[in-house]
């Protein structure tokens, strides 16, 4: 893969072509985290839609624990989120190349770790449950938020429900039959681009999904550490970018 390629995929100098390539390989490591994370912790992470509804159950059923776990996961999320925030503004102000890069080196990291620990963690299941469900929440909420910044809203990697919506919204429009042009009114005409971006990002987390839970089966939680060289690919080469750039100016005033 060339650099040039790689280097525009996470770098702040964007095209449409950059965030559908990047968007579809996010939403892959979303899908194949999502299925791994449940059959580690009987527990989805990506989306929050269910763990709401969960924290509700539970409020009124009693169950404390799940409640506290669900309110531990919506957090970690939201926190994620206002992570690439700060992440993302701090360096834009700095001037850096890699200010879409840093918060999915941070994810990628946090997935070695998660790999490389799951298993001996996993003794201590009163523990290990809601701090891997929180780990990958905050993971989740990381990753949404980059793509979402990236995009300007259009696309969304973590969830599917969506996703799924604008499929049917663009094809009922690619349906609808235009009979009569009404004055002043446009015809009703799928964008079939945008059609294409939402069927690649559907299939990207499917995908991921079959993958990652095949490898959770086979080879348990290290099946994350290909993940994480997947998003250390994805954005390593502008955060190198920088460490050059600085070297090169802490050389030039110490000449």
Do not use: W
């Not at 449950?129 to 995009?151: D, E, H, R, W, Y």
């Not at 690649?200 to 993940?227: D, K």
């Amino acid at each position: 893969m060339p650099l040039d390629y790689v280097r525009r995929l996470t770098g702040t100098v964007r095209t449409r072509r950059e965030n559908t390539h990047l968007g579809v390989g996010l939403a892959f490591v979303a899908g194949a985290t999502n299925a791994g994370a449940f059959l580690a912790v009987s527990q989805y992470t990506s989306h929050m839609t269910g763990i709401v509804s969960s924290m509700a159950d539970a409020l009124v059923l009693g169950q404390t624990e799940v409640f506290l776990t669900g309110v531990g996961a919506l957090c970690a999320f939201t926190l994620g989120a206002a992570t690439t925030a700060v992440m993302v503004n701090y360096a834009r102000r700095q001037g850096l190349s890699s200010a879409f890069a840093l918060p999915i080196l941070l994810e990628a990291a946090l997935l070695l770790v998660f790999g490389f620990l799951g298993a001996r963690l996993q003794m201590v299941h009163s523990i290990f449950v809601p701090a891997t469900v929180s780990l990958l929440c905050f993971m989740m909420g990381l990753q949404n938020a980059v793509i979402t910044k990236i995009s300007k809203s259009e696309i969304r990697t973590t969830h599917v429900t969506g996703i799924v919506t604008d499929i049917g919204i663009e094809l009922g429009k690619y349906f609808y039959v235009n009979r009569h042009d009404l004055a002043g009114e446009p015809r009703v005409l799928a964008d079939r681009k945008r059609l294409r971006l939402l069927t690649m990002l559907f299939t990207a987390f499917f995908s991921g999904g079959v993958i990652g839970a095949l490898g959770f089966r086979a080879i348990g939680y290290s099946a994350t550490i290909p993940l994480a060289l997947v998003l250390l690919t994805l954005a390593a080469v502008p955060a190198v970018d920088d460490v050059r750039s600085a070297l090169r100016n802490d050389r030039g005033h110490g000449d």
